[in-house]
């Protein structure tokens, strides 16, 4: 995969996470059925993520990725990038996330992530990995 394809491919992944239009079910249909995401100190596998991205989705209004890095080698990505995001109660989030993708047949199977919260309520801390 090409960093331009890499980048493609991640904008699709979070616009189907974000778009409210779009169910938990349709945005994991990007990852692989054995997927799991290592992320600040937790482990989800595929049901946990789409539980996560359902959860996203009921506490967020709206929400857009800025890419600051994309780097592609075969089908290893890695990002840097900042989530904004307006929760539904009117607050505004911002998150740094770093990120290693390992993809598999066109479907994300492993993600390592870190995030950091920049701005927003100390409570949203864990939005990278809230499910219910």
């Known amino acids: 995969m090409t960093h ?14 974000f778009d409210p239009a779009e169910t ?7 990852f692989a059925s054995d997927y799991q995401q290592h992320a600040d100190g937790k482990v989800l596998d595929h049901a946990l993520f789409v ?6 989705k ?9 890419f600051e890095k994309v780097i592609a080698s ?15 109660n009117g607050q505004s989030v911002k998150v740094k996330v770093v990120a290693l993708y390992e993809v598999e047949n066109g479907l994300i199977r492993r993600v390592d992530e ?9 409570s ?3 939005l990278g990995t809230r499910h219910n």
Do not use: M
């Open 4 to 17: 331009i394809q890499a980048h493609q491919f991640l904008t699709k992944v979070f616009n189907s996470l």
């Open 24 to 30: 938990a079910e349709q945005t994991g249909r990007y």
């Open 51 to 56: 539980e996560h991205a359902r959860t996203l």
């Open 58 to 66: 009921a506490t967020l209004q709206s929400a857009t990725v800025n």
């Open 74 to 88: 075969g089908q290893s990505l890695a990002s840097v990038h900042i989530v904004n995001a307006i929760k539904h």
């Open 114 to 122: 870190l995030s950091h919260l920049l701005e927003g309520d100390a």
């Open 124 to 126: 949203d801390r864990d």
